[in-house]
């Protein structure tokens, strides 16, 4: 489980190290950088997934993507007793990444790219990445690091392996390098991070692959943008908790019950509802509706990842469906890490009321701007959790 994430000098996130538990709750008002922390995330796993430099390049580069304020301010900026100066840059530009755990810890490190006449030297490189042993980078607990193009790594035997210009600057080592005799530690971190799930505003207007028929096959995992999920439901049915997948649609609309119609091959899916002589198909449901079990499906699946990042999934919601929602994500946390970020106080306080009634560790981090920057609500820096960063 990921107990600590910390970024720096991304968006509003001039820096931020934060306690994740077994759920965690993002709040916090629109602007105060909600969508940063999701992207933060995203970006992490995209280094696992090697296209971390590409996703930057798609925000538009580094100048873009980093923190636009200055290197420093006095407390007296801070509180707005004084205009924010602009400044010269004393350090080397850097975009950093990173999170820790019960097992590893990884970071890494984006900069501009060394001059040249390419003209690709707009993207980001990566100056530094380490991967360590336990919930704080320590020399004692380094296991992988790379510098630039040189890359050093334990092997199984646990000897230092060092290999120069073994990595391209656009590459991560985690892809290049995850080897089970070479870089164990490597591998783990890679395949920890490739599980990573990420649902951000499926659609399901009246034109989303949601509502159409598709080819029906098994899915254990719903597609991100929720093609599958006739197929992802009857999965559940048939080797997942199918007594979960009813209790919480009845908990969110009394009396029904979901059902998938095989047409040819073809699944389609459906709702049956108490008074009703027939059941609604997709394409006849409300967007909260299908939004419900839309979640239900990524929530439930009987292929729960190490970590499961949901972005805002109040949209489209009745108020009254936010309890059973909260349910819904209670009971997924048995088998999976889950952080929810959300602007709905009601579903934030659901969550949390239900946790309590379940003793499931839930963590509360809300959001504020001060001075353009992003911080957590009531957080000293004594408060943090402990933290360095790989030096260049």
């Not at 994430?5 to 602007?31: C, D, F, H, I, K």
């Not at 971190?189 to 499926?202: K, L, P, Q, T």
Request: proline letters at 6%.
């Amino acid at each position: 489980m990921i107990t600590t994430l910390a970024v720096e000098n991304y968006r509003s996130l001039r820096r931020l190290v934060v306690p994740l538990g077994r759920l965690t709750v993002v709040t916090g008002a629109n602007g105060t950088g909600k969508s940063s922390l999701y992207r933060a995330l995203r970006l992490l796993a995209d280094a696992g997934r090697g296209g971390a430099v590409a996703a930057l390049a798609r925000e538009g580069g580094l100048p873009s993507a980093l923190w636009a304020g200055p290197e420093t301010s006095a407390r007296a900026v801070r509180e707005g007793l004084h205009p924010i100066q602009g400044t010269v840059r004393t350090e080397p530009v850097s975009l950093r990444l990173g999170f820790a755990g019960d097992e590893f810890g990884y970071a890494v490190d984006f900069g501009h790219p060394t001059p040249s006449r390419s003209m690709f030297d707009r993207d980001p490189e990566i100056k530094r990445e380490c991967v360590w042993s336990g919930a704080v980078l320590r020399p004692a607990a380094l296991l992988s690091e790379r510098t630039g193009p040189a890359v050093r790594t334990r092997d199984a035997q646990g000897e230092w392996n060092r290999t120069q210009g073994a990595v391209r600057p656009y590459d991560s080592m985690l892809s290049e390098l995850a080897d089970p005799q070479r870089a164990p530690d490597v591998l783990a971190v890679r395949e920890h991070i490739r599980s990573w799930r990420f649902y951000d505003h499926v659609r399901t207007d009246a034109h989303a692959p949601a509502r159409a028929a598709q080819v029906g096959t098994r899915s254990p995992v719903l597609a991100s943008d929720g093609s599958n999920v006739a197929s992802a439901l009857q999965t559940i049915r048939e080797i997942g908790d199918g007594d979960a997948l009813d209790t919480a649609i009845d908990a969110a609309f009394p009396g029904s019950r979901v059902e998938v119609a095989d047409r040819g091959g073809r699944f389609e899916l459906a709702l049956r509802q108490h008074g009703l002589l027939r059941p609604l198909g997709a394409e006849e449901l409300s967007d909260g509706t299908l939004r419900f079990l839309l979640w239900a499906a990524a929530l439930l699946t009987p292929r729960p990842p190490d970590l499961l990042v949901l972005n805002e999934p109040e949209t489209s919601l009745h108020p009254e469906l936010l309890e059973a929602l909260a349910g819904l994500i209670l009971t997924a946390c048995d088998q999976t890490q889950i952080v929810v970020v959300t602007h709905s106080r009601p579903l934030a306080t659901a969550l949390a009321d239900g946790a309590g009634r379940s003793r499931t560790e839930v963590n509360t981090i809300e959001l504020v701007k001060e001075a353009g920057r992003t911080l957590v609500d009531g957080q000293g820096t004594l408060d943090e959790p402990l933290w360095y960063w790989p030096k260049r």
